[in-house]
């Protein structure tokens, strides 16, 4: 868009600008429909009530420039224009486009009503800067003749910021808002935000205009902009919390950024809106030094409760937080043995007597609890336990006790998103169901408070996890005693800080209305979103919120619902991102795994503990893939990276201590992955591109069978190694990868007998233990390898394989290799199953997370007409997300099935929720010939996969049998309740 620039007024003299040493200038420039002001940094022109052009006048990067012409945002007054189900869509409270929850790029948006060229336009000088008004303005569809804009903009005496505000009136009810939008950015901007604890926006996603409106998408109004030399913050400084929101617009040319000021809900009266203030500014540094402004200020606010916060120095040792473990005095102790106690806070889920979820607000501790509290403190750990800030069931027993309905005051409108829902209200709600409460009321914050208090000296819990304690905002309850809107959770906070003075707190979310109290806000990305957005956060994660919250501010990301391989890289990554703790689940299968990523998690939490890492903060701009610095007890640096394959930390001396990778299939690394069989001579082969891998210092292993040559584009897809045998799958990397190829394999132990796809091959020839002359073979790509050097057994007909109470081991799915430890837990049920004479036993295979729980029986077959036969039972039908069940010969899966859950197609509302899904509780029989291998060895497995979460899984096994089968035909059946046996029904897994 052309300006056309007509005068310029000195705001300052020149005598007055030579004797300020602080900026404190001002110059203004009118055009036709526009202005041009000057702060000491910068130089901004809006125009039509946005910021169309930005300049640094320290470098001369020009950030925005006005022939972009690129200004299809949202701006101006926002109005319910008779349609408040069009404003609800644009507040989207998280525009990720990850789960197509942007709003495109271009679009309309009818309820922002704005200048247009015909509007009335007047502007003129103020105290060093400029009013400037449109009368007039439009939707894109409908003019409002009457309707006003006014922006104000100034440079702030003394900081040289530039600072803006807005106010707009309609002579109709429905105004919500004000944006003055920043567009026109280059490219080439990076934006820093403090979402889930922070995130860095750049061009490389699709055009989209992204919002973040509400916890924990948008926690602090600051944004840190980097651009090609320098950077920019724009943010605001409310101390009364008023509610607002992130705009974010790439068009795929250039971004628009905006801070939306909001009325209170609900918006149908309101005729006028004026925002808060604006404040924006160009900064030498990165986005750390963009926001130092902002930080600087929160701190001023809050300085007295920050320091609070500090005054529980156990807490500031604290670097695990560990919430899931198995609690015996014997784990406690190898705990105690793995992680320095007072570095380590225990968290407990379920520590109240009530179901999870049911019967709040009461806080009767559970059965064994305060014994438990004790237990720990006697190791020397501390103790946190979950309580809850906002949540009642509606007229519970301790609710009708207490008479807490009456000072309960409901979210009557949950989210400007959900605008248009039926707002709530007691008597509307259902007995027992639960209900978020609004703090406004000093009532319920005196209530909650005590309750704190009480429960902390009943148990001896060292802290509290504040659950809901970050769902902040204004829920449609107007002013109450003076406050309004988030004024209620920055009063509740203070309230527990200044009350329960010596119990630090954690709190799911962590906006900057409580953030003053907080010192391990909870991050739980595992759950949010799918695994696309978190491939997303493990690269672009940054640590806002530590650093604008901090020092003693550290997200925590824990360990429940991330048992699958893809999640513990997740919380990990995340984690170090965002300046976070380190976390463990302390089972002993997890303390005594020796491959695969629990090896490095706890490596990484005892660097984190015994070095007492901490994120450290510089001004300076970072390069592109430096995550975050952190620093040791000595003053040490170490540098997390993070790109699209690789996460790293380097050490002080520049080399790695951990590593994660993916999208890789060969590397070349200092570091090892314990119990890979193809790496040597700084090398690793064999990746899978799709799996994520975690590399710890050491040497290579020397597996029994290693791999020194390998084609590109084949994976290693299976290897575990026993007494008796070694399995060694390999297969293509998808469909582009080699059919056939060479391999070179070494072993290191002597073998009797190898099979390749069941097919015998020469052994490795050599003498002694080994290693033995190289075996090069030409193979086809898949290709399983059995390598045996123990006892084969030779089971009769209807004989049990192996014994009753053989341990079992734990096959990573990811990687296929041992995780280490034993699955040692033998619990035998019996059962009757139609065509067998007796109940037959069948023993519990769960548990395995991020694994198979696998049981192997190396076994030879009778003759021409044996059959392998084995049932298996699914006994859980209403919890968790179900198991599969496999079947594997020579380390091939030759047969599956999922239990469940599937959704019931029958499923109403009203009926019992347990119902919404159909499970598979009928016992199974499969039967596979195997007469072809008669006289050979084969390794038959069967494995329990519970889709990577341990929750209920209940699956049961018979020990396979040999069975005489002369039609050598496969079978797979299943007996139903009703006494049928009909064939196997097997569905998409859910």
Wanted: charged letters at 20%.
């Amino acid at each position: 868009m052309p300006i056309h620039l007509t005068r310029t007024l000195a705001v300052l003299s020149a005598s007055l600008i030579a004797c300020l040493a602080l900026a404190q200038q001002a110059e203004v420039t009118m055009g036709e429909r526009s202005f041009t002001i000057r702060s000491p940094r910068l130089a901004a022109t809006v125009q039509d009530g946005v910021i169309v052009g930005l300049r640094s006048l320290a470098t001369g990067e020009v950030h925005a420039d006005p022939a972009t012409a690129d200004v299809a945002i949202p701006c101006g007054m926002g109005h319910l224009t008779g349609d408040p189900e069009k404003a609800a869509a644009l507040h989207t409270p998280w525009g990720t486009q990850t789960m197509n929850q942007n709003i495109e790029a271009g679009s309309s948006f009818p309820t922002m009503h704005h200048p247009h060229p015909d509007s009335a336009y007047e502007a003129r000088r103020i105290k060093r800067g400029v009013r400037a008004t449109w009368r007039g303005l439009t939707n894109g569809e409908t003019q409002f003749p009457d309707e006003t804009l006014t922006v104000e903009m100034w440079v702030e005496q003394g900081s040289g910021q530039l600072l803006y505000r807005a106010s707009a009136s309609s002579p109709d009810g429905g105004v919500y808002g004000l944006q003055v939008p920043l567009a026109n950015l280059a490219s080439s901007h990076r934006f820093y935000v403090p979402s889930f604890g922070g995130v860095m926006y750049t061009s490389d996603m699709s055009p989209a205009l992204i919002t973040l409106i509400g916890q924990p998408f948008w926690e602090a109004p600051v944004v840190g902009i980097e651009g090609a030399e320098g950077s920019l913050g724009l943010w605001i400084e409310d101390e009364q919390f008023h509610p607002q929101g992130f705009f974010l617009n790439w068009s795929g040319t250039s971004f628009s950024v905006a801070l939306e000021s909001q009325n209170l809900m609900p918006f149908e009266d309101h005729t006028s809106a004026d925002s808060v203030t604006w404040r924006l500014d160009g900064f030498a540094g990165g986005w750390v030094d963009a926001m130092t402004p902002y930080k600087n200020w929160y701190a001023s606010v809050f300085a007295e409760e920050l320091e609070a916060r500090a005054t529980n120095t156990w807490a500031d040792r604290i670097r695990i937080i560990v919430d899931h473990f198995d609690k015996t005095n014997e784990a406690y102790r190898e705990i105690a043995a793995n992680f320095d106690p007072e570095t380590v806070l225990f968290h407990e889920w379920n520590a109240r007597a009530p179901v999870f979820d049911q019967d709040h607000p009461d806080m009767e501790p559970r059965e064994g609890y305060v014994e438990r509290v004790a237990a720990l403190k006697r190791h020397g750990f501390h103790t946190m336990a979950y309580v809850n800030t906002y949540c009642v069931n509606y007229k519970s027993p301790v609710y009708q006790r207490d008479g807490v309905g009456e000072f309960a005051l409901p979210r009557t409108i949950r989210s400007f998103w959900k605008y248009m829902m039926p707002r709530t209200r007691l008597e509307d709600l259902k007995e027992g169901q639960l209900v978020y409460l609004d703090p406004l009321p000093a009532g319920w914050r005196r209530y909650h408070t005590d309750m704190m208090i009480e429960w902390n000296s009943a148990t001896g819990t060292d802290a509290n996890y504040e659950d809901t304690g970050g769902y902040v905002g204004d829920f449609g309850n107007g002013v109450i005693d003076g406050k309004f809107g988030a004024q209620g959770s920055v009063a509740m906070f203070q309230e527990l800080q200044t009350r329960n003075p010596t119990i630090p707190m954690a709190s799911e979310y962590c906006p900057d209305a409580i953030a003053f109290a907080v010192r391990w806000p909870l991050r739980f990305q595992q759950v949010w979103g799918v695994d696309r957005t978190r491939e997303w956060w493990m690269e672009r994660m940054r640590p806002v919120s530590a650093y604008i919250f901090g020092p003693q501010h550290r997200p925590w990301v824990p360990t429940i619902r991330a048992e699958s391989n893809f999640l513990r890289h997740v919380i990990m990554a995340c984690s170090d991102s965002l300046g976070g703790m380190a976390q463990f689940p302390c089972t002993a299968a997890d303390l005594r795994a020796t491959r695969g990523v629990m090896v490095q998690m706890k490596q990484r939490a005892q660097l984190f503990a015994a070095r007492q890492l901490k994120p450290v903060f510089t001004p300076e701009r970072l390069a592109d893939d430096l995550a975050c610095v952190y620093e040791d007890e000595a003053g040490r640096q170490y540098r997390y990276y993070a790109d699209a394959n690789r996460h790293r930390m380097v050490g002080p001396d520049g080399k790695s201590l951990y590593e994660r990778v993916a999208g890789l299939n060969q590397l070349r690394t200092d570091l090892t992955i314990p119990g890979w069989p193809a790496a040597a001579d700084g090398r690793i082969m064999g990746l899978d591109p799709d799996i994520h891998y975690a590399l710890v210092p050491g040497s290579h292993d020397r597996t029994k069978v290693q791999v020194t040559e390998l084609p590109e584009g084949v994976r290693i897809n299976r290897f575990y190694e026993t007494d008796d045998f070694t399995v060694l799958g390999l297969a293509p990397v998808g469909d582009d990868g080699p059919a056939q190829g060479q391999i070179t394999l070494l072993a290191n132990a002597k073998f009797g007998q190898v099979l390749i796809n069941d097919q015998p091959v020469d052994p490795p020839v050599g003498e002694g233990d080994g290693p033995f002359e190289p075996m090069t073979l030409d193979v086809p790509f898949p290709s399983t390898f059995v390598f045996i050097e123990g006892r084969v057994e030779a089971p009769g007909l209807a004989t049990a394989f192996g014994e009753r109470d053989q341990i079992a081991r734990y096959i990573m799915l990811a990687s296929g290799l041992d995780r280490g430890g034993e699955f040692t837990r033998v619990l035998i049920r019996p059962w009757e199953v139609p065509g067998e004479e007796a109940a037959l036993d069948f023993r519990y295979l769960n548990l395995g997370g991020d694994a198979e729980t696998t049981l192997d029986y190396l076994v030879r077959v009778p003759d021409a007409t044996s059959a392998l036969n084995v049932y298996l039972r699914n006994a859980v039908d209403r919890y968790g997300n179900g198991q599969i069940g496999r079947l594997y010969i020579n380390g091939r899966p030759v047969h599956e099935y999922s239990a469940g859950p599937w959704p019931n197609p029958d499923w109403e509302e009203g009926m019992d929720k347990y119902a919404k899904n159909i499970w598979d509780n009928d016992v199974h029989r499969w039967r596979i010939p195997v007469g072809h291998l008669a006289g050979q060895p084969i390794l038959v497995s069967i494995a329990t996969d519970g889709k990577g979460s341990n929750n209920a899984d209940n699956l049961w096994w018979t020990r396979p049998t040999f069975v005489a089968d002369p039609d050598q035909q496969a079978s797979f059946v299943q007996f139903t309740e009703d006494g049928q046996t009909i064939e196997e029904q097997p569905r998409e897994q859910q």
